[in-house]
T-cell receptor, first 115, second 113 residues
Framework: AQSVSQHNHHVILSEAASLELGCNYSYGGTVNLFWYVQYPGQHLQLLLKYFSGDPLVKGIKGFEAEFIKSKFSFNLRKPSVQWSDTAEYFCAVIPNSGGYQKVTFGTGTKLQVIP | DTAVSQTPKYLVTQMGNDKSIKCEQNLGHDTMYWYKQDSKKFLKIMFSYNNKELIINETVPNRFSPKSPDKAHLNLHINSLELGDSAVYFC????????????FGNGTRLTVT
């Protein structure tokens, strides 16, 4: 079974600071990777996804993530955060051979951006 | 034009009661899911269901049961509610083979007193 680790539980940044949230997974085979965002009181929304191809993936709202297979990592980055980025961020993994019923979410990273 | 809608948004009830949460999707997806998000924001899949197969997470108590009247609906019924059932429950849907991600509903915050 796969697992996902997000080591940063709570990150506090000032506006315009750069962001990097860590995500590491463990699984012996090929995976599909996702980052979801959950704004306060709202549902999860997809930020970006990696299925194959270019390991540097660009998503919505200026976010990007890089898949480094050798490190089993899929870190989320944004060069300059805004107050509106305050939210909880979840990394998720699906084995390439499985459907969404096999998705595993990380425990989330709470990002707080201070104006 | 909400894609995945859940009702109610908030549900407060006493221990021992039976309650249901409804979910509807208008995306034409063939698979629906129920997730539980606990107080620590940990998301755990409870069920996935399409018209062919119900997959149950074996850690889910049998007090929880999904009911699907049709392809666009997957309701969650909970018997004999316990304090530990307090959480936010998210419904989601997806379409097999399309690659698009899960589409989540807005969640139902269940509080058991």
């Amino acid at each position: 079974a796969q697992s996902v680790s997000q080591h940063n539980h709570h990150v506090i940044l000032s506006e315009a600071a750069s962001l990097e949230l860590g995500c590491n997974y463990s699984y012996g085979g090929t995976v599909n990777l996702f980052w979801y965002v959950q704004y306060p009181g709202q549902h999860l929304q997809l930020l970006l996804k990696y299925f194959s191809g270019d390991p540097l993936v660009k998503g919505i709202k200026g976010f990007e993530a890089e898949f480094i297979k050798s490190k089993f990592s899929f870190n989320l980055r944004k060069p300059s955060v805004q107050w509106s980025d305050t939210a909880e961020y979840f990394c998720a993994v699906i084995p390439n051979s499985g459907g969404y019923q096999k998705v595993t979410f990380g425990t989330g990273t709470k990002l707080q951006v201070i104006p | 034009d909400t894609a995945v809608s859940q009702t109610p948004k908030y549900l407060v009830t006493q221990m021992g009661n039976d309650k249901s949460i409804k979910c509807e999707q208008n995306l034409g997806h063939d698979t629906m899911y129920w997730y539980k998000q606990d107080s620590k924001k940990f998301l755990k899949i409870m069920f996935s269901y399409n018209n062919k197969e119900l997959i149950i997470n074996e850690t889910v108590p049998n007090r929880f049961s999904p009911k699907s009247p049709d392809k666009a609906h997957l309701n969650l019924h909970i018997n004999s509610l316990e304090l530990g059932d307090s959480a936010v429950y998210f419904c989601a849907s997806s379409q097999a083979g399309q690659g698009p991600p899960l589409h989540f509903g807005n969640g139902t915050r269940l509080t058991v007193t």
